[in-house]
């Protein structure tokens, strides 16, 4: 039997919504926390979950 776990989010701590086994790969996954109402673009293999952080965006001059 594969070991699988709750995915946490990054931001609060709470249990989401999902689960993910050991064999599970993840890359640029959008995690939506029902708690905290935020979404974290995340990369998931062997259990370890990794934050995507996003660049932020400059305005554009004219």
Known sequence: MKQTEWVLCP????KT???????????NFPLYCPKCKQETLIEVKDLRLTVIKEPD????SR
């Open 17 to 27: 919504r999902n689960r993910i086994r050991e064999d599970t790969v993840l890359m």
């Open 11 to 14: 931001v609060c701590g709470s």
């Open 57 to 60: 965006t400059q305005p554009q």
